[in-house]
């Protein structure tokens, strides 16, 4: 019945298809043509502002330049401020990673007129209201901070596992499965809730009531995008200190 519903919004304004999906056929794999467009659609936005804003370098930034050494700056903090002041710069490429990919496509979900791009089967959204890619984005923290600890303190780095009695091995290790199972329900859950809410709203009341529930959904997509980066700076700054933390919060 939902899908009823948002079959017959209005033909120019986006709408989400729950279940349809346009997928590829790579030999032996199947592969989500959606979330690839709309993520490389993410990816040349992110590409596009940076090389414009870097093009001409100046020693007083301004327009462009200065929105790109604002965000440098931001991303920055978010790092120093969870993993610390010793062992932050080299993660701040991955924590701007994240925050810059998930900023952009959530905001992506409420901005473009994907129903403006024709499919074959279903229809671009933003690549975060997909389990897949807020999963796959859940699980590559995960490794980072493997790595980020094993790099630190080498095997030692396990022994947070029986610390500091091996009777909580088994609730240790739970909660490195709990990590990016949070993560990515959380991301997921809260991006796909928007768009089906603006969906419903396009079709009930498509003149006044979206736009300011799009503003403030725009507000919210930011909201997701630093709780995720700080999250996974927070996860990689435990490793890098120790189970239980360290100076990484000061």
């Known amino acids: ?52 804003g870097t093009r001409q370098l100046q020693r007083e930034p301004a327009g462009l330049q200065n929105f790109i050494e604002y965000t440098l700056e931001f991303v920055q903090s978010i790092a120093r401020a969870q993993i ?13 990673t994240l925050f810059l990919f998930i900023f952009v496509s959530n905001w992506m979900g409420n901005l473009f007129p994907w129903k403006l791009i024709p499919l074959p089967e279903g229809e671009l959204a933003s690549p975060t209201n997909d389990i897949n890619t807020t999963a796959g984005l859940a699980l590559l923290t995960s490794v980072m901070y493997f790595v980020a600890g094993i790099s630190k303190r080498g095997l030692s780095y396990f022994k947070k596992y029986i610390e500091p009695t ?14 990016p ?19 419903v709203l396009v079709l009930l009341v498509p003149l006044l009531i979206p736009v300011p529930v799009m503003i403030l959904f725009l507000f919210t997509g930011a909201i997701q995008a630093l709780i995720f980066s700080t999250l996974s700076a927070a996860y990689i700054g435990e490793a890098l200190e120790g189970h239980g933390g360290g100076d990484h919060h000061d």
Request: net charge negative.
């Open 84 to 96: 610390g002041e010793k062992n932050f710069r080299p993660w701040v490429p991955y924590v701007g």
């Open 166 to 179: 091996p009777v909580l091995l088994p609730i240790n290790v739970l909660e490195d499965f709990t990590k």
């Open 1 to 52: 019945m939902l899908m009823n519903l948002f079959s017959s919004a209005p033909p120019l304004v986006a709408e989400l298809e729950v279940g349809h999906h346009l997928y590829w056929h790579l030999g032996k794999f199947t592969v989500h043509g959606q979330v690839l467009i709309a993520s490389w659609i993410a990816i040349a936005l992110i590409l596009t502002v940076v090389l414009l």
């Open 181 to 199: 199972l949070s993560l990515s329900f959380r991301l997921f859950g809260n991006i796909l809730a928007e768009e089906l809410v603006i969906a």
